[in-house]
């Protein structure tokens, strides 16, 4: 296989993933650190992400079930188009996997998607590579086009399926069932609190006593009975053992699949979706520089991981610096900015004194998290504060957060330095 190694004449800012946390990191160096640096050209900004196109994460529990869900071209934004707003050498766009982190010798290499590799030496680095789903039905575990496949395949089977079952009572089964639910079985009339005979058995299995576990109690009943008015079952204190035929739900989104319980029941699905939380994509790190599940360990106030060496950052899912959300990559992205501006910046002998101290980082931990339970219900809180369906549906519930990508994929949202 050919290998390319890059030019070394240009200092590299790697990132790695182009999501979220990739994607702002990008826009708001490019927009707001790399010009304040002294000789800026010899600067070059660098994604590298086994998908070319971002999307809207958060919309896949209704984006499963058919592309009529959502605009196509707005669920997906090309990255590197996202960025030609910026001068031609200041950006670069690498479509492909990062394979290995060699972080003592500052090098990454880089399965790319044309099939040779390449090896970069990087003057900074931003891990930024997220997490994947045991599930292939809810994100860029590679890239869109292995998204899409797996969307097709399961919404072929979808008419036929007459039992369902979503493993993991957090937000994203809950968010399933309730998509499917409604999809599948339409609602139960204001007076009765339960679908009576729905089409399509839809069961979720929380391995909790109750569902929605960072919400308060109240709020979860309420979901479970918006739940029950689409015809989907609660069973609780039960976890998945096994499923077979093994790879069942993973390997592929469409096999029949039986489940053995933790109590020994068993459960027949023709489609099962595990929604059991994610892992990191971190197996091209080395071990040292990993917490216990696998996330990079990073500081949680500067977001530098420490011990790995100078300029070498982490944001996003494959962090550990705070929970795996949205609104908290976005409320680090300005500090983590502000922070690779200080290193680069005393890096090229600026005094001390004149560059300022660290910006930190601070988690906001109060109870926030909305919940769509079909196209027009929820339950959620904010800020600590618990919303009413209606909030629910108007901030997240009409389309999944798709009215705020735009703005994040194009840079707007970081036009001004925060
Ligand atoms: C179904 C679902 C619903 C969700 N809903 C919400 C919600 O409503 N609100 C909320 O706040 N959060 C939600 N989340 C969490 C949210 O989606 C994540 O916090 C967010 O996507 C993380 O962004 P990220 O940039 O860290 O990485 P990710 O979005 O995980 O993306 C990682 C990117 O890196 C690429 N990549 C992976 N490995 C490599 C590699 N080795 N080399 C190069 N590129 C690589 C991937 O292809 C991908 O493009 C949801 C998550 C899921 C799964």
Redesign the pocket.
């Known amino acids: 296989m050919a290998q390319n190694t890059t030019p070394t004449s240009q200092k590299e800012i790697v990132i790695?993933?182009?999501?979220?946390?990739?994607v702002s990191t990008a826009h708001y160096l490019l927009k707001h650190v790399v010009p304040c640096l002294p000789n800026k050209g010899s600067y070059q900004v660098i994604i590298?992400?086994?998908?070319s196109q971002?999307m809207c994460?958060?919309a896949?529990?209704r984006a499963l079930i058919s592309d009529d869900m959502f605009p196509q071209e707005k669920l997906f934004v090309n990255i590197p188009k996202a960025f030609e707003q910026y001068p031609k050498d200041s950006f670069r766009f690498i479509h492909?996997?990062?394979t290995e982190l060699d972080h003592t010798n500052r090098t990454v290499s880089v399965s790319l998607e044309i099939g040779s590799t390449e090896k970069i030496d990087f003057y900074a680095l931003v891990i930024?590579?997220?997490?994947s789903?045991p599930s292939p039905l809810?994100?860029?575990n590679?890239?869109d086009k292995f998204l899409r496949t797996n969307w097709t395949a399961f919404r072929k089977e979808l008419p036929t399926a007459k039992s369902i079952v979503i493993a993991g009572g957090g937000?994203?089964g809950i968010?399933i069932a309730g998509e499917l639910g409604e999809f599948l079985n339409g609602r139960a009339g204001w007076f009765s609190s339960k679908l009576a005979n729905p089409k399509v058995h839809i069961t979720v299995v929380s391995g909790d006593s109750r569902i929605l576990p960072a919400l308060r109690p109240a709020i979860a009943k309420k979901a479970e009975e918006y739940l029950a008015k689409v015809g989907v079952t609660i069973v609780k204190n039960a976890r998945v053992k096994t499923v077979a035929p093994h790879g069942a739900g993973t390997d592929s989104a469409t096999t029949k699949a039986t489940l053995t319980l933790e109590d020994g029941k068993t459960l027949d699905a023709d489609l099962y979706i595990p929604a059991t939380g994610?892992r990191p994509?971190t197996s091209?790190i080395d071990k040292a520089l990993l917490t216990a599940d696998g996330r990079v360990e990073n500081n949680a106030s500067t977001l530098r991981v420490e011990k790995a060496g100078p300029r070498i950052y982490a944001?996003?899912?494959?962090a550990s610096y705070a929970r795996?959300?949205?609104?908290l990559?976005l409320n680090a992205i300005p500090v983590l900015c502000a922070n690779i501006k200080r290193d680069l910046l005393l890096a090229s002998r600026k005094e001390k004194s004149s560059v300022g101290g660290d910006r930190l980082f601070k988690e906001d931990t109060r109870e926030t998290q909305?919940v769509p339970i079909g196209k027009s219900k929820g339950v959620g809180a904010a800020m600590g504060y618990q919303l009413p369906s209606f909030l629910v549906w108007l901030i997240?519930g009409r389309d999944?957060?798709l009215w705020t990508t735009g703005s994040l994929w194009s840079g707007k949202h970081w036009a001004k330095e925060s």
């Open positions: 790695l993933g182009g999501s979220y946390g990739g590298v992400s086994a998908s971002a994460r958060p896949c529990p492909g996997t990062a930024a590579t997220g997490a789903t809810l994100g860029l590679r890239d937000p994203t968010e994610t994509n091209f944001v996003g899912d494959a795996p959300a949205v609104h990559i909305m997240k999944y957060w």
